[in-house]
């Protein structure tokens, strides 16, 4: 019988029959778990608990508390919400699973106008399948078959996308008579998933709102950020016009020698977004005395910096750069957090009274002396000749995470404020049911940026990401709808590019590392999309701050 060693506190070691699924040993687990366990890892890869064992292996259980449970936990939903929907709205009606906003999930109908009485439908329908416990069935096919079927049933989008995946036996789910397919598992079963929740918006859309990670108990609270949200709209409608919403459409452009339209318009759509921008402070005159800029790790803030600059200046306007990194406190000073590592992300690290000191002078045109933070000595330093002197009309600019918080430009009024949040949002899609998501192009920037400019490895970079995105819940997105504008820095292609990259880095992560399941994760999203050479990428590009190569001067 094959040895079994589930990880746990402590580990036990267990033998069972030849056969026995994950699902059966989990029944003996569960007692463990506050909540149902919803998948688990064979020998460090996460898999369905519908899988069998054969052999000698490590298991390790999950629930919706977990970073992997949370994951399963959203795809079963979006699996069930997706075949509901297709029975409420019959067939011609598909409901597209958009993106995330304020941690619930966007979905968008097509063919179809909502009302709120047919979102309830939905709903009611899901908690139909809830209530009755349905297996999710594991069933394995061609390619050729699965895109028959697909074709059937008129998801053309599935259609294309498996054109060029070279895998040819694939792997889809099945709810009765229903059939999907999605980059990785999902629950045991319909019954796994009751708590959720769906919000009618319009009639285009609703969000589903479930547990987190953070808060496994009920749903969270869905607070509407309407700025977000309108700009993730306005570039979905953009994705549409041009013919960029899924990865095939970028994929197709490859296989006709034509990538170079992809590029071209995708980095005029970012420029233009800088223009506008410049455009909007340039007639807000005399009021603009400082531009706020912030965003979350790996959203090209340094390169938009520098490029909004130069876009400023075109319309006549100087703008001077000061970095909040320089107004760090003295090192002895510096708050730690509860591992007692010193807290740089921490407002508290910073030294806002001279800060604030320092901005007021400016803007009243005296000169002033800049401090330089100096980090290895861990302290501000004068620099002879380190000042600054507003003109008439200059404009400083302040970058960092914590520019959008009004506790750092306390005494300055509002209308003299110009606050800019910037992400890359959602880029193409790889098919109505299945996404990028906006933390993974962050994600994957990262990795190769960490690589090409500071030798890190890509599982150094997974073994802090969980801090960076702390930083960025705590200290920026809660002040994402009181910026003036929203600019999002993805670029349709880049995927196809840092594919190249990252790809390399994240088949280093060895099958013993606790970041492999998370490697083959990304691995799987980049399968989706063909390579692009960084040779046609702009010298000037926003992607370039990662990938190397830039012509701007950091």
Avoid at 122 to 127: A, D, F, L
Avoid at 430 to 457: C, E, M, Q, W, Y
Wanted: glycine content about 6%.
């Amino acid at each position: 019988m094959p040895k079994v060693t589930v990880k746990g506190n402590p580990d036990v070691k267990i033998e069972v029959p030849y056969g026995t699924t994950l699902y059966d040993i989990s029944k003996d687990f569960q007692k463990n778990y506050k909540y149902p366990i919803l998948t688990a890892t064979l020998d460090n890869l996460l898999t369905n608990l519908s899988r069998p064992i054969y052999r000698d292996s490590v298991v390790e259980f999950f629930d919706r508390s977990s970073s992997h449970g949370s994951r399963i936990y959203s795809r079963s939903l979006e699996f069930l919400v997706t075949t509901c929907s297709s029975l409420v709205l019959g067939r011609g009606s598909d409901i597209i699973i958009d993106y995330t906003l304020d941690n619930s999930i966007y979905c968008e109908v097509t063919n179809h106008k909502l009302t709120e009485e047919t979102v309830r439908l939905i709903e009611s329908k899901m908690r139909e399948l809830i209530s009755q416990k349905i297996p999710y069935k594991y069933v394995s096919t061609t390619k050729l078959d699965a895109m028959r079927y697909f074709e059937s049933t008129g998801q053309l989008d599935k259609v294309e996308n498996l054109r060029y995946i070279g895998n040819s036996a694939m792997s889809l789910y099945k709810i009765g008579d229903h059939y999907d397919y999605f980059f990785g598992p999902v629950a045991h079963d319909t019954g796994q998933t009751e708590l959720f929740q769906l919000i009618y918006l319009d009639e285009r859309g609703f969000v589903m709102n479930f547990p987190r990670m953070k808060r496994p108990d009920e749903p969270i609270r869905y607070h509407h950020h309407r700025k977000l949200f309108e700009e993730y709209r306005r570039f979905q409608a953009w994705n549409r016009k041009v013919g960029l919403r899924l990865s095939s459409d970028l994929n197709k452009l490859g296989t006709l020698g034509k990538y170079k339209d992809a590029i071209n318009i995708s980095e005029l759509h970012y420029t233009n977004q800088l223009s506008e921008i410049a455009d909007d402070i340039s007639a807000r005159g005399d009021k603009i005395k400082i531009v706020l800029m912030s965003g979350p790790s790996s959203s090209g803030k340094t390169t938009t910096s520098k490029k909004l600059k130069t876009h400023l200046k075109v319309r006549g306007i100087t703008i001077h750069e000061i970095s909040l990194d320089d107004y760090f406190v003295n090192r002895e000073d510096t708050p730690k957090d509860e591992n007692g590592n010193y807290d740089y992300a921490s407002l508290k690290a910073l030294d806002l009274d001279l800060f604030n000191e320092h901005l007021k002078k400016l803007l009243n045109g005296e000169e002033v002396a800049l401090p330089t933070y100096d980090f290895i000595e861990g302290e501000k330093q004068y620099k002879k000749g380190h000042t600054l002197k507003l003109e008439k009309g200059d404009l400083l600019m302040v970058e960092g995470i914590h520019t959008l918080n009004d506790e750092i430009t306390k005494y300055i009024p509002r209308e003299n404020k110009y606050k800019i949040f910037m992400n890359p949002l959602t880029p193409l899609k790889i098919d109505n049911h299945n996404r990028v998501h906006a933390t993974d192009l962050r994600k994957l920037r990262r990795i190769v940026r960490d690589n090409n400019f500071r030798g890190t490895s890509a599982e150094e970079t997974l073994k802090i990401w969980s801090n960076v995105t702390k930083e960025a819940e705590e200290n920026i997105y809660p002040y994402q709808d009181e910026v003036d504008k929203i600019l999002n820095s993805s670029l349709s292609y880049e995927i196809g590019v840092l594919k190249i990259y990252a790809e390399p880095l994240l088949f280093a992560i060895s099958e013993d590392s606790e970041f492999y399941e998370e490697a083959h994760r990304l691995i799987a999203t980049l399968r989706n999309f063909l390579p692009i050479s960084s040779e046609l990428v702009p010298q000037d590009s926003v992607l370039r701050e990662f990938i190397g190569g830039s012509t701007i001067e950091y």
